[in-house]
């Protein structure tokens, strides 16, 4: 039954005001036991003339970029070796740590050590999960890995998880769990 | 800027405002490019005799118990091994799936599996993010993991992730990833 | 799907919010193609403090007396011939019609006119509607009479409608139609 | 002094606003004894991109037809004795009852009927009264009855009242009661 | 923290809109003790045909005028001893006080009361206040003085004061209080 | 026809919600050509677990005093030659200038300044006029002086005007204008 009403500036598209519309009701949810078709969102939209904070005028900036979005091309990019473009949707603090590894700021050392376990990687995603926490946005993606050991040799169907920070932007922090040792181990 | 006005039946706690308020904060910043303290909520209670869906009055149902807590419970009663505990937070169609098993549906079955794994292992937590995504809600845990090896060395610093998930406020899934046999590799 | 909020001030009973927000609900769907479960009524009180028309704190008049049950309580004091009681729920422009008769100003008239056609008679009510409408509150009571003709014969089953008009918790008008004449020629 | 807020789907034509907020007054004054200039009523429209009920956007279902045109236009038909538009006005389980008939379902059954009765037969309207309730739209029309006698003889000043049920734009039942028989006993 | 709603209907342009702004800011500071940044004002703007007082649509007046503008103009008219356009500014009731005058009503006695006083006077203005009290538009002017005596010997830095009312767009009333005689005396 | 919602936290009391509901009618009437009664103002409080910003709840701050009621109080002081009461309503950086004296900051500059100019002196107020603007609560005083000149002669009704700003309940600046020098020199 809850109802929510979000106040907002004029200039957000239809798919902002999807991804706006559809975390408020995931927020009624987190705390109200009520199924998603009882909770409405309604968004009252304010031409700048009509909204004043401190008795001056605001004009809207730009929508966030859909994060899920910015992560899946990023790990398309890479996956197509795509270094310029995987690049550019790092922001200059990009940290990332993969099992075994300690934190990396570069590309080029990610694949210096990837080049000794795997001849190549695809990733087939089961899940994504995107939310805003603590000043960030954050994705998981979860689900399997195929490709070839450095001998050729296939594989699939392995379990790995990412989670991958997001601020103004870009990619601030990405942390990497699987079970490729375990597989190895085996 | 944005603000945000929620509507509820009376009834929810302290707590449970916190938790509300917090959720609907931080789905707006998914969207809006704007500081937390430029995002006012305001939530609208109602006693049932104020609020009507469909000409009647409605009472609200008990808030969700917070995913995080319980999901911290149940982890702290499995490292201190009370069982009991730990199954009373299970959902009937509870499911668990470790590094380099299968799904599996009881306690039992995962003890059996740890026992050839380490002789005892500890959490060191980093971070815990929950929130409401796809009808249930999401806790994910992160840290390090610390214990001692069958042969009883000593092991600490392994990374892991928890993931779980929530409905009617039991645990139906949990996924876990770590670094053990990587480490073990090593 | 519609949502309607009302603003009263502080002071109503539950049975006042319940006819209030029953006659919202109905007002929305009648001209909204929305099931009755699609519909929320929210009612905003506010203490006379927090209520301002033209810069003055406004104090809220006492409801307006339920029309049906008024309605109700004057036919039952009629058929009990409690005449005292039933005038005393009647406007002192109060004017009534009934088949075959003018307007008539008091309740001799009624029963000088009625004694010639019935020894006897009650109602049993089918339906009762209630709602406002140019400026009065309208009741309209169906069913079937039954009763004694003068001659003692019984009759039952014979259609009747009574339209009342309520001003300011009094009656003002009522017309009644039924099928006494219809029966009788038969 | 009470304020009403609807919040509904863009999509309702000037008229259908204009049912709309008369209707709402109506409930107001229903209930609280407020002049009805006390009564503000503001609708708030909502494209579809803005209201979300369990996550996905809604749009809206066009108004429902205004009953009281509608029951107009029937008994506009059936004194022109043009069948088939007033057959289209009908639903599926249209019933009618006059006074001294039982539940009739086809206009052709009411025509028989009413040939002994009147060689013709037009309606003065002095009120229309629609709202909503129990699911329906319902419908009052009074006034008087004039026309001819089988034998050719005038009449005029009849009292008649017909209330007719609506639902999804459709009569489902009419019921009829008027003073012909008092008049003819006479 | 403060959130302001106002509701009115649509035909206010920029500048009315951000004094409407500006003046419900200030309301809420006259009391609140928040910084300006922290009170955030919202206007709601709806179409005659969503907008029902007494069940009747309203259609808006055009907005009041700038009266701080209005009396910046009279006095630069009257600087310029455009006496025609200062008169098409005042209402019919116009009363004015200078210092030792008592209440004059055209501008004729004004320019003849002054001319003994000096031989021209121009303002230099370091603030204006306007605001609405008791009905009327109220407008503060104040500064300095500069110009010549009779004898043609200059002045200047003579502090002034004025204070205006407008009702309907009109000038009503001007005080003037300022230390010409004290400079004079000294 | 313009409609107020003001949201504000828990905490006020009733002569503030008063004054805060009169500011905000006068806010509207400076722009909206509407009679006060046609005005409504509503305030919505919330406890401070019912409002975040930032995700953080909010304690109210106490409401600022009332500045005319500061104002005649500090009046009334000084009136009362009650120095000590009247200094402790002045801010450290508090500033006054009379007719023909420069800015003086202590009050025994005043009277010493005063002693050569009148014996005794008592204002009877007219009018006050009380707003924010600026960042400063602005009090306007305007009426009569009477008195006894230092020779002992009485005077009455000499107009003057005194402006105050008052910042943080505490008195910054005090203007006075008034006719003393013109009525001596006549």
Do not use: C
Request: no cysteine.
């Amino acid at each position: 039954m809850p109802i929510v009403e979000a106040h907002i500036l004029e200039g957000y598209g239809p798919d902002d005001k999807k991804r706006l519309t559809s975390a408020l009701t995931d927020a009624i949810r987190f705390v109200v036991p009520a199924p998603d078709e009882a909770i409405t969102v309604m968004l009252h939209e304010y031409p700048p003339e009509n909204y004043a904070r401190g008795g001056e005028q605001r004009t809207p900036a730009p929508a966030l970029p859909d994060p899920a979005k910015l992560v899946r091309a990023y790990l398309d990019a890479m996956e197509a070796r795509d270094l310029e473009t995987a690049r550019s949707m790092l922001a200059p603090e990009f940290s990332m740590t993969f099992p075994g590894t300690g934190p990396m700021t570069t590309l080029a050392e990610l694949l210096d050590w990837a080049k000794d376990r795997y001849r190549s990687v695809a990733k087939t995603y089961e899940a994504v999960e995107a939310f805003h926490s603590e000043g960030a946005a954050v994705v998981y993606t979860r689900g399997t890995l195929s490709g070839e050991w450095p001998d050729g040799t296939p594989f699939s169907g392995i379990r790995f998880i990412d989670r991958f920070a997001i601020r103004d932007g870009r990619i601030t922090q990405q942390d990497v769990w699987n079970d490729i040792a375990e597989v190895r181990a085996q």
